[in-house]
């Protein structure tokens, strides 16, 4: 598998970053992970507008969604070749409903289903996208919120959407070989468990979870993400780093 970080600031966009998104390719399939503010313009400097096969979203908080609204005109009223077929969008329950109201005002109610085929999510659950096998569990987070699992060819990419302390991401994070995971909170400055993870969590999880690499993702620009690198090092033990946009890994 090969993950692209299309963007990665936390809660809102930096200057440097647009907001969650992430591009999961194997064997000529593309699927983008949560698609938040600006991540629609950065997707274009790593794959076609629609080039797409599937895009799962882990919850409905603006910052790993609201760009869908964009990516519909985009499909709807594609110029060349007409409307664009449908393709999966994997999300918790509502997401066709809180789409198109977001956008405020579709040709109809349904219009978003005419170029994207959505599928809800649930707990412990496991689908196919293509050649990948995603397992999907809810953390713990103030509204439906998923972590995933994608596995391909006996390698295993985990994000962990956004989630404060909980087993189920350390379940899902077993022995992944890379684990991408939130880090929005300072070690001793916030904590409010069932809403995000600090550096040092973070770093726990992945060691508990026997995770082969750390990435820290969704740092806000108000978080210092050197301060949570060191935290997470501290941790865990093994190879840690910060995403950033336009970050290639092989996995
Ligand atoms: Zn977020
Ligand atoms: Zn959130």
């Known amino acids: 598998m090969k993950l692209t970080v299309v963007g990665c600031s ?73 409307r664009c077929e449908a393709i999966p969008v994997y999300g918790p329950k509502g997401t066709e409903q809180r789409l198109t109201t977001a956008y405020a005002d579709t040709p109809s109610e349904r219009s978003m289903s005419e170029v994207f085929d959505f599928h809800d999510l649930a707990p412990r659950s496991a689908f196919r996208l293509g050649p990948l096998t995603v397992t999907a569990d809810r953390v713990r987070h103030p509204v439906e919120t998923y972590g995933f699992r994608v596995e391909h060819d006996g390698r295993a990419l985990v994000y962990s959407g956004d989630t404060g302390p909980c087993d189920a991401l350390c379940d899902l994070a077993r022995g992944a070989d890379l684990f991408l995971c939130e880090a929005s909170f300072t070690d001793g400055k916030e904590d409010i468990p069932e809403l995000h993870l600090n550096g040092r969590q973070a770093g726990e999880c992945a060691r508990d979870a026997g995770a082969g690499r750390l990435v820290l993702t969704h740092i806000p620009p108000w978080t210092d993400p050197q301060h949570n690198l060191r935290d997470a090092r501290a941790a865990f033990g093994g190879p840690v780093e910060m995403a950033r946009p336009g970050a290639v890994y092989e996995i």
């Open 10 to 82: 936390g809660s809102f966009p930096s200057a440097e970053s647009a907001c969650s998104s992430y591009l999961v390719e194997a064997d000529g399939y593309r699927l983008l992970l949560d698609m938040g503010n600006g991540a629609l313009g950065e997707l274009q400097r790593h794959c076609g507008l629609y080039d797409l096969d599937a895009i799962v979203l882990s919850h409905l908080h603006a910052d790993h969604c609201i760009d869908m609204c964009a990516y519909f005109v985009a499909r709807y009223y594609r110029h060349e070749g007409g």
